[in-house]
């Protein structure tokens, strides 16, 4: 069933999105600046440009690549500045270079073929979330890059929200805070947020999937890094003398349990997942993601891996090995539980927006809001949309683009309007 819009504002978040999706924001995991890539302050620049054309006077982008502004509270209240939140960067597991965005108009079900590259098939038995789309207008790219729908979707909807507020003064609100990150995707998207600066009470990330849905709690989330010393020798007279620390690595990986691997886990299993290996003979070095929704567990996964790695290399004498683990992000329900506000609010906007039955779930990953809940900002994540990310099959509907512009502006309603009790946001 199509999507019908609850609200006659004017949207632009279609064309926004259209606009957006063409710059190449690919962040860079091995990069050591801030932002990892110059090229994302290029799409940060025309957003400040436009917020200041929209008439938002303190937009700005600061030296590490973030974008700050506010649209001023009109309520005659006092009332919590709620901030907004989206990335610019897209994934480095999939090129961003010359995105080509398709609309295709009035979906009815059939097979969504992407001309650049005919083997790229977005089938509705492989998209299930496609079956709510009948008769909307899916945005897809064009088979040999991925979209971007993630988070530029979240990006769009926040942009078109803003506009829709500073167009329409009868909307009432408080300060409406808006923040665009970089290097999401790498895992340092809120490393440089100055949340003194941003001056917000609570946050709403806009990075979700489903329409009408919003995420509360995320994976905990370790890195863990293990390096190997051996001993080389030239192989043609190695015997008794060489210990290759690239066999070692690969013991240790083998000896991982089969039952912690992410390809084998759902709902709230964690898991112990090696990204990558590198090296040789002498020096090996593997790099982990540990995840679970329990930090206990958490911490498990990471004294298994240390005993894993102990026993493999004490069968090898002259071998060394060291394992450090990095604190990468915590699951923000512990912060949520303590301001259970945030949520209701989101769920009363949904509604308003016309999702009967909202959708409260976890996510088997982590956004900004995981970050930002615990500097002080309890922020959930809403949703964008945005559907099969990270790949060339990824989509969006320009309705539920629509929704997701919607669903913020009766959100800073409703924290308006709950303002008359100051218990209700405390």
């Given at each position: 069933?199509?999507t019908k819009s609850t609200?006659?504002?004017?949207?632009?978040v279609k064309?926004?999105?259209?606009r957006y999706v063409?710059?190449?924001t690919?962040s860079?995991?091995?990069?050591?600046?801030?932002?990892?890539t110059e090229?994302?302050?290029?799409?940060?620049r025309?957003?400040?440009?436009?917020?200041?054309q929209m008439?938002?006077?303190d937009?700005h982008?600061?030296?590490y690549g973030?974008?700050?502004?506010t649209?001023p509270?009109?309520s005659?209240k006092?009332?919590?500045?709620?901030?907004f939140?989206s990335h610019?960067?897209?994934s480095?597991d999939?090129?961003?270079?010359?995105?080509?965005p398709?609309?295709?108009?009035?979906y009815?079900?059939k097979?969504?073929?992407?001309p650049?590259d005919?083997?790229?098939i977005?089938r509705?038995?492989e998209?299930p979330d496609?079956?709510s789309?009948?008769g909307n207008?899916?945005?897809?790219?064009?088979?040999t890059t991925?979209?971007?729908?993630d988070n530029k979707?979240?990006?769009a909807a926040i942009?078109?929200?803003?506009?829709i507020?500073?167009?329409?003064p009868?909307?009432?609100?408080?300060?409406?805070?808006?923040i665009?990150?970089?290097?999401e995707?790498?895992g340092?998207?809120v490393?440089n947020?100055?949340?003194k600066?941003?001056a917000?009470?609570?946050a709403?990330?806009i990075?979700?999937e489903?329409?009408?849905s919003?995420?509360?709690?995320t994976?905990?989330?370790?890195g863990?890094e293990?390096t190997?010393?051996g001993?080389?020798?030239h192989p043609?007279?190695?015997k008794g003398k060489?210990?290759?620390?690239?066999?070692i690595a690969?013991?240790?990986?083998?000896?991982l349990p089969?039952?912690l691997?992410?390809?084998l886990?759902?709902?709230?299993?964690?898991?112990i997942h090696?990204t990558?290996?590198?090296g040789?003979?002498e020096?090996?070095?593997?790099?982990?993601?540990?995840r679970?929704?329990?930090?206990?567990?958490?911490?498990?996964h990471?004294v298994?891996l240390?005993?894993i790695?102990?026993?493999?290399?004490?069968?090898?004498?002259?071998?060394?090995?060291e394992?450090k683990i990095?604190?990468q992000?915590?699951n923000?329900?512990?912060i949520?539980?303590?301001?259970?506000?945030?949520v209701?609010?989101a769920l009363?906007?949904l509604k308003r927006?016309g999702?009967k039955?909202?959708?409260l779930?976890s996510?088997r990953?982590?956004?900004?809001g995981?970050?930002?809940?615990f500097?002080g900002?309890?922020?959930?994540?809403?949703?964008?949309?945005?559907?099969?990310?990270?790949?060339?099959?990824?989509w969006?509907s320009?309705q539920d683009?629509?929704?997701?512009?919607e669903?913020?502006?009766h959100l800073?309603q409703?924290w308006?309007e709950?303002?008359?009790?100051?218990?209700?946001y405390?």
């Amino acid at each position: 069933m199509k999507t019908k819009s609850t609200a006659k504002w004017e949207h632009t978040v279609k064309d926004r999105f259209l606009r957006y999706v063409t710059f190449d924001t690919q962040s860079d995991p091995s990069s050591l600046t801030s932002p990892s890539t110059e090229k994302q302050k290029i799409l940060s620049r025309v957003l400040v440009e436009e917020l200041l054309q929209m008439g938002i006077r303190d937009a700005h982008l600061d030296q590490y690549g973030v974008v700050y502004g506010t649209i001023p509270s009109n309520s005659k209240k006092k009332v919590p500045a709620i901030a907004f939140c989206s990335h610019v960067d897209t994934s480095p597991d999939c090129s961003g270079a010359n995105v080509r965005p398709i609309v295709h108009k009035n979906y009815q079900g059939k097979d969504i073929k992407l001309p650049d590259d005919p083997s790229v098939i977005i089938r509705m038995k492989e998209h299930p979330d496609l079956k709510s789309q009948f008769g909307n207008d899916i945005i897809t790219a064009s088979g040999t890059t991925l979209l971007g729908a993630d988070n530029k979707g979240g990006v769009a909807a926040i942009m078109d929200a803003a506009n829709i507020l500073m167009k329409n003064p009868n909307i009432i609100h408080g300060d409406v805070k808006i923040i665009f990150t970089p290097d999401e995707e790498v895992g340092r998207g809120v490393d440089n947020v100055d949340v003194k600066k941003l001056a917000a009470s609570f946050a709403y990330t806009i990075d979700g999937e489903t329409a009408g849905s919003i995420e509360d709690e995320t994976f905990s989330a370790d890195g863990a890094e293990v390096t190997i010393h051996g001993v080389p020798s030239h192989p043609g007279f190695a015997k008794g003398k060489m210990v290759s620390a690239l066999k070692i690595a690969s013991l240790i990986v083998s000896k991982l349990p089969h039952q912690l691997s992410p390809e084998l886990t759902s709902g709230k299993q964690g898991f112990i997942h090696p990204t990558s290996m590198e090296g040789g003979v002498e020096k090996c070095t593997i790099k982990f993601i540990l995840r679970d929704f329990d930090d206990r567990k958490l911490k498990a996964h990471g004294v298994l891996l240390k005993k894993i790695v102990k026993a493999v290399t004490a069968k090898y004498k002259k071998a060394k090995a060291e394992v450090k683990i990095t604190e990468q992000y915590r699951n923000m329900k512990k912060i949520l539980k303590k301001n259970p506000q945030v949520v209701k609010f989101a769920l009363e906007a949904l509604k308003r927006s016309g999702f009967k039955k909202p959708i409260l779930r976890s996510i088997r990953g982590g956004t900004d809001g995981s970050r930002l809940s615990f500097m002080g900002l309890p922020c959930p994540n809403l949703f964008a949309g945005e559907h099969a990310f990270h790949s060339p099959y990824e989509w969006v509907s320009v309705q539920d683009l629509e929704k997701a512009a919607e669903t913020i502006i009766h959100l800073v309603q409703i924290w308006e309007e709950k303002s008359n009790s100051p218990s209700t946001y405390k």
